[in-house]
């Protein structure tokens, strides 16, 4: 899971995300580790940023129909990341549905940073993505009835930040 908790949540029009930046996360003692002659410096992979955002959104997107869907991102549109997140930080995802359908949807959304030393978030990166509704996939591949993509965790997630929105 790449988001802590939800702060902000519209169902089918925005949904904030935190993501709080801890030295003890594993990610963190390998990136970047000095092997390469440089100073060793704790920095969170790029790829890990726009996992969290798309963890975010692909929450949003899953709201429109009560999670009755299975969603899967599909495309990285676009990714503009300006700064580094390091430990001791924050950060926040804002995703916003742009578009929806039956066959998926998609989302803009920045991120932004909070450095507790001067307590300002700063926006940090730009990311817009596109997801598919895989029980509407034009192969006609069938898929489990069961909702693999939205599982245990992310209900409790849901759960946790106020939202007992799932049917058991």
Known sequence: MWVDTIVAF???RYMHAIK???QAEDYFHDHFDGSDGLPATAVMP?????EGMAQTAGLLVGSVNQFKEKVILAKIQRVE????????????YEAQLTRVDTAGAATEGVVLRLDHHDGEWQEIGRISLMFSHIDNNMS??????HNFVFGENFKNLLRVSGMDIFED
Request: hydrophobic share 35%; glycine share 10%.
């Open 46 to 50: 790029a790829s890990l940023i726009v």
């Open 20 to 22: 709080n930046l801890s």
């Open 140 to 145: 006609g591949r069938e898929f489990p009835e």
């Open 81 to 92: 990341l300006d700064e580094d997140a390091v430990p001791g930080q924050c950060l926040k």
């Open 10 to 12: 519209e169902p089918g």
